[in-house]
């Protein structure tokens, strides 16, 4: 795919696009609409008829664009994918990264408004919760910084609210990749250039939500999904590069002077809160956009919480495995059979020896993408299927004794801030959140070894013995005896 024009007409020729063109009210309406929209597994949405939008630079807005049925598609993958295969895909892009071209010129360039005439109301923002603090522009899209040491780009997906027609209000966590970026450029005292893109192919939403290894280009990556190197443009104002094909791109910096912040916040999260209190932060100061004649804009209801996901949800549930499954292997933990991420996480091992699970939790606690995963953590066995709860309860249950060493907490560790339950500190760098392994391992030292050092736990009182398993499957068909079929919850 060349564009988010391509995506658009591959959902629409697969059946996955709804195209809306009775009005519908930018304040509110949107953002219900895509609520159900996401709650009932329903398409790809283009706005177009929005109220106070027919003659603006920008009449139309794309959204729910990555969901269970189109995220394989984005990978160039049959709907019925499964997200084990999708996940290695993406675990391959960042192993094998390909390096993007420079190109001269695209359609992103086809139009530059710069000075008085910049005005980011032509863009149909929506007002998308109620108890929101404002308009947030910078929803589903992706912010572009370069390192000033390095030159690597960082692309990440971050909150931005409208505070003026030239200036928006956005959330710095500084240990997120535009944050790391950002406390170099306080450090030499000088203004932070930005690029944001909304716009184009799913490779960049899906790079810009997830977590890649800190310092590596995410264009690389995108190259990797795509099959082929993503062409890209200098910016008009900086050195930073972006997508020739983009629908829209705002070019800016972040002054670290608190004398220019605005207030921000609060907005609804990932959480399925509100999150992030409203106060002072840094601005986004406009000083050039650029954009393809008349531009899509692309946006994304936020919040997700049981029985209500979002576009976020579909990137997590297939990239965030690919993170897990490298913490622990960075850490040299042996064993790792699987890993199932979630608000609850669980990693299914082979036990070796004391403590097994205390090094599970250490490797993930301590590595650099516990920013917003592994707050709480089970591991199990390797004859537990972590995708079935009546298993994983049953582990908790018999194999966990709650008041010893198999419960663990960890206070005080690095967080997101945006969850309600933490103490939100990111003023200071990041939040704080305690975390909890649940132990569901057998005590190991209730084992045998056998004569080649295999543990031995001895048999379980639902196992049949070889003699008795034979005898009934050879004379099955005589007792005549019809079993339905156990389908997993």
């Given amino acids: 795919m060349e564009d988010l024009r391509s995506w658009i007409k591959l959902l629409e020729d697969e059946g996955e696009l709804a195209r809306i063109t009775t009005e519908v009210d930018w304040n509110l309406e949107i953002g219900a609409i895509l609520r159900k929209v996401m709650d009932k597994g329903g398409p790809a949405i283009l706005f177009e008829n929005i109220k106070d939008y027919k003659d603006t630079i920008s009449t139309k807005m794309f959204a729910h664009g990555l969901n269970r049925k189109t995220f394989p598609l984005a990978l160039g993958k049959p709907k019925d994918t499964k997200r084990d295969e999708l996940s290695q895909i993406f675990r391959d892009a960042i192993h094998n990264p390909v390096m993007y071209k420079t190109v001269e010129s695209g359609p992103v360039k086809e139009n530059k408004i710069t000075g008085s005439d910049i005005d980011l109301y032509q863009f149909p923002t929506p007002m998308w919760h109620s108890p ?27 909150r931005g609210m409208l505070t003026a027609k030239d200036q928006m209000s956005v959330l710095i966590i500084l240990s997120q990749g535009w944050g790391v970026h950002f406390s170099k450029y306080c450090q030499r005292q000088e203004k932070m250039p930005i690029a944001v893109v909304w716009g184009y192919e799913p490779t960049l939403g899906i790079v810009a939500g997830s977590q890649i290894p800190m310092g590596m280009d995410e264009y690389k990556v995108m190259g990797a999904l795509r099959g082929e190197p993503v062409p890209l443009v200098k910016c008009e104002n900086s050195e930073i590069m972006v997508p020739a094909s983009a629908e829209l791109v705002v070019e800016g910096y972040v002054d670290p002077d608190p004398t220019n912040y605005a207030m921000e916040g609060i907005f609804g999260e990932y959480t399925g809160y509100y999150g992030g209190a409203r106060r002072p932060r840094h601005t986004l100061q406009v000083e050039c956009i650029t954009h393809r004649n008349d531009p899509i804009f692309r946006g994304s209801m936020e919040g997700s919480g049981p029985g209500h996901p979002n576009e976020n949800t579909w990137i997590y549930a297939v990239t965030s495995k690919v993170n897990f499954m490298e913490a622990l292997e960075r850490a040299g933990v042996p ?11 669980y990693v299914k091992i082979r036990q070796a020896y004391n403590g097994h699970a205390k090094q599970v939790a250490n490797a993930l606690w301590g590595s650099w993408s516990a920013e917003w995963m592994y707050k709480v953590l089970v591991v199990v066995d390797h004859d537990i299927d972590i995708n079935d709860h009546r298993q994983i309860d049953w582990a908790l249950c018999y194999r966990m004794e709650p008041g010893t060493h198999d419960i663990i907490t960890m206070p005080h560790t690095r967080g997101g801030g945006l969850d309600l339950a933490e103490y939100d500190d990111t003023l200071f760098g990041t939040g704080s959140r305690g975390r909890i392994l649940l132990d569901a391992t057998r005590d190991i030292k209730k084992a045998k070894r056998d004569k080649y050092g295999n543990l031995d736990w001895g048999p379980f009182s639902y196992d049949l013995d070889e003699p008795e398993k034979e005898l009934i499957e050879r004379r099955w068909d005589e007792y005549g005896i019809k079993l339905p079929e156990r389908k997993k919850r």
């Fill in 132 to 158: 929101d603090g404002g308009r947030y522009m910078m929803t589903w899209c992706a912010v572009i910084t370069r390192d000033p040491d390095t030159g690597e780009h960082n692309v990440g997906a971050y």
């Fill in 335 to 345: 064993g790792i059979i699987d890993v199932r991420p979630g608000p609850v996480c």
